[in-house]
């Protein structure tokens, strides 16, 4: 079936670090692919999605590229701020009932 | 918009008590999903509804039963609350490109 692997966390960065968190998919089909972030205390909350291949999905200064040949998208961001401190979920959607399938999270926290 | 709104956000029930957890979404969205989130398991599939009068079981569904009232509201009831189910619920409703948006969550209790 399909399944998201996300690295493991926390991961620790100080203010104005480039962040990257590696995801990695299989699925059987063609996904949509998203990230999703959860501040503490909150839901989960969409912040960026890319449906086809060599897509670029981006938001409030994180990419991520839609990389078909090594089935992966992974998060970036250029200059993290401590307000970027919070769970990031990477998740895929085949369309056949509108699942998504979620990694496992991955806890950043960011030290000014 | 309020996007998708649950009730209540707080509960805490004791053991054989039941309970319905409400939400409904004010995006037109045919599609809506209840989640679960407990620490180190990420989020598991509860039950969802593709659409208006459908219902269909997830990944965990035992111990639950679910309603798709009309298209805006979906309930999440628990008939006889096990301290297992303590756990953070979330409810989702889909959009166009399968992207899910999200309820700010119900923290259930169970004693």
């Known amino acids: 079936g399909d399944s998201v692997t996300q690295m493991e966390g926390p991961v620790t960065l100080s203010e104005e670090a480039f962040l990257t968190i590696n995801c990695t998919y299989t699925?059987?089909?063609?996904?949509?692919l998203f990230w999703y972030v959860q501040y503490p205390g909150e839901g989960l909350q969409l912040l960026l999605k890319?449906?086809?291949?060599?897509d670029k999905g981006s938001n409030k200064g994180f990419e991520a590229t839609y990389r078909k040949e090594t089935t992966s998208f992974h998060l970036e961001k250029g200059s993290v701020q401590v307000s970027d401190s919070a769970v990031y979920f990477c998740?895929?959607?085949?369309?056949?009932?509108?699942?998504?399938?979620f990694g496992a999270g991955t806890i950043l926290r960011v030290k000014s | 918009n309020a996007g998708v709104t649950q009730t209540p956000k707080f509960q805490v029930l004791k053991t054989g008590q039941s309970m319905t957890l409400q939400c409904a979404q004010d995006?037109?969205?045919?599609?809506m999903y209840w989640y679960r989130q407990d620490p180190g398991m990420g989020l598991r599939l509860i039950y969802y509804?593709?659409?208006?009068?459908?219902?269909d079981k997830g990944e965990v569904p035992n111990g639950y039963n679910v309603s798709r009232l009309n298209k805006r509201e979906f309930s999440l009831r628990l008939e006889s609350a096990a301290p297992s189910q303590t756990s953070v619920y979330f409810c989702?409703?889909?959009?166009?490109?399968?992207?899910?948006?999200f309820g700010p969550g119900t923290r259930l209790t169970v004693t």
């Open positions: 998740a895929l959607s085949e369309g056949y009932g509108n699942k998504l399938v």
């Open positions: 890319a449906t086809k291949a060599d």
């Open positions: 699925a059987t089909g063609y996904p949509s």
């Open positions: 995006m037109n969205h045919n599609s």
């Open positions: 989702a409703s889909v959009g166009q490109n399968y992207e899910q948006y």
């Open positions: 509804s593709a659409s208006e009068g459908t219902t």
